[in-house]
């Protein structure tokens, strides 16, 4: 199972649903073994939090994982909103700044060069 733009909390209850199922089989599945599992299964937005959890000496526990997991998924939320906020005022500005027409002649060499109209 991938995570397939399920939020962590959704995609987390459904890997512990999975475990609890082969577990209910006799199939225990160890907790390092879950961690192996949700991580190679996050898409390439959570490779720096992969590279954090495994490069450690000291092994996360699984709880501490999903915790920030989560935290880091609202931290991609956040900064995916922030771009997309700083592209809308890039184009405002850029909207507004098409506006000025340029008086002396070095003005309108200097816009011309920047790519004024």
Same mark, same amino acid.
């Given at each position: 199972?991938?995570? $397939?733009?399920?939020?962590?909390?959704?995609?987390?209850?459904?890997? #512990?649903?999975?475990?609890?199922?082969?577990?209910?089989?006799?199939?225990?599945?160890? #907790?390092?073994?879950? =961690?192996?599992?949700?991580?190679?299964?996050?898409?390439?937005?959570?490779?720096?939090?992969?590279?954090?959890?495994?490069?450690?000496?000291?092994?996360? #526990?699984?709880?501490?994982?999903?915790?920030?997991? #989560?935290?880091?998924?609202?931290?991609?939320?956040?900064?995916?909103?922030?771009?997309?906020?700083?592209?809308?005022?890039? =184009?405002?500005?850029?909207?507004?700044?098409?506006?000025? =027409?340029?008086?002396?002649?070095?003005? $309108?060499?200097?816009?011309?060069? =920047?790519?004024? $109209?």
């Amino acid at each position: 199972m991938k995570k $397939r733009g399920l939020i962590m909390a959704e995609y987390l209850l459904k890997m #512990k649903g999975i475990v609890d199922a082969l577990a209910s089989t006799n199939h225990v599945v160890s #907790k390092e073994d879950q =961690i192996l599992h949700v991580l190679t299964r996050l898409g390439p937005e959570y490779d720096a939090f992969i590279v954090f959890i495994t490069s450690r000496s000291e092994p996360f #526990k699984f709880e501490n994982i999903t915790t920030l997991l #989560k935290v880091y998924e609202t931290r991609l939320e956040q900064h995916c909103h922030n771009i997309v906020e700083t592209s809308s005022l890039d =184009i405002n500005t850029t909207t507004s700044n098409s506006n000025i =027409i340029p008086q002396s002649s070095q003005e $309108r060499r200097l816009y011309h060069n =920047i790519g004024g $109209r």
